[in-house]
């Protein structure tokens, strides 16, 4: 019996990494796109390329039975950017998946994708939504919360504040949050369903009746770096607009606080809907936020991030 091929876009990325990890050890053979040389890696074939290169592409989907769209922008300077880098490119992969005869394809949106006209970002992920609900193609769309886990960058700051005891918070809002792993471990199993999942859309989570507050999530993530009390601080919504006008001044494209990613983080409503988890025979969150987040903090020390 061959090994079953399944196509990946973002496979380098955080949460790509943690999916590939896990794809190869429930028996596929991966092909992952890559736009710079990568090192070996037993049961992957990298495929060098992007997502606006048909060839690329198409060398990607070829023989493969499924597909996992990952990869995307979240922090780019213009409304274009974000089109590009998420609507445009996922127009490009179903394509390629319709020429290679791939039906079973799984993409990777955001709970941004809920509020299109709050942000460029969530505009362009309730684009890229779109395309794929007209793609024709055996679909499940998956929005994840906030991703937190090994190798992650964005949430790093968090970390580094609540160790010193202190940390700055968005304005008063809720959230959810999925550990790295538990994600990676759903995409896999949508990747070998072909039943249940045709055609949902989910918003998968750590499994916390009305999430988190932004508050309750930093003082957890004290705990696990061993801080017993965290002084939060949230930043009023005006200054965090302030400072998304202010940041792209002073680095320009490499602004990291941009007026369209203020918006974003000011939204008080990031909480996964009620109802719009994945059925508990296909997935379950399996691990406690609180280990979780003491794994997240043990990488972070082995690595000499914290």
């Known amino acids: 019996m061959m090994t079953p091929i399944l196509a990946m876009t973002g496979a380098t990325g955080f949460v790509g990494r943690a ?31 992007a997502l606006d290169r048909p060839d690329s592409l198409a060398e990607l989907t070829a023989d493969s ?40 394809f799984v993409h990777v949106s955001s709970l941004a994708a809920r509020e299109p006209g709050l942000s460029d970002y969530g505009w362009s992920k309730a684009r890229s939504e779109t395309i794929v609900r007209a793609s024709g193609l055996d679909w499940t769309i998956v929005r994840p919360p906030a991703v937190f886990g090994p190798g992650d960058t964005e949430m790093l700051d968090l970390f580094r504040m609540a160790r010193r005891g202190i940390a700055l918070l968005p304005p008063r809002g809720r959230m959810s949050a999925i550990y790295v792993e538990e994600l990676a471990r759903l995409l896999v199993a949508l990747a070998a369903d072909r039943d249940a999942s045709i055609g949902a859309v989910y918003e998968p989570d750590d499994g916390k009746p009305g999430g988190w507050s932004h508050r309750g999530f930093a003082r957890a993530i004290g705990h696990a770096v061993g801080r017993a009390h965290v002084s939060t601080l949230a930043i009023p919504a005006a ?10 001044l002073v680095r320009r494209r490499a602004a990291k606080l941009t007026p369209d990613r203020a918006r974003y983080i000011a939204h008080p409503d990031w909480v996964a809907a009620e109802g719009a988890c994945p059925p508990p025979a296909l997935w379950t969150p399996a691990l406690d936020t609180g280990e979780a987040l003491a794994e997240t903090v043990r990488w972070y020390r082995r690595e000499g991030w914290l």
């Open 19 to 49: 999916t590939l990890r896990r794809a190869v050890a429930a028996g596929w053979h991966i092909r992952a796109l890559t736009r710079r040389p990568q090192q070996p890696v037993d049961g992957v074939t990298w495929i060098a390329g």
């Open 65 to 104: 039975e499924a597909l996992l769209h990952i990869a995307g922008v979240v922090n780019v300077p213009t409304r274009a950017d974000f089109e590009a880098g998420n609507a445009t490119a996922t127009a490009h992969v179903v394509d390629a998946a319709r020429g290679a005869g791939v039906t079973r």
């Open 239 to 248: 200054l965090l607009h302030a400072g998304g006008r202010l940041d792209p």
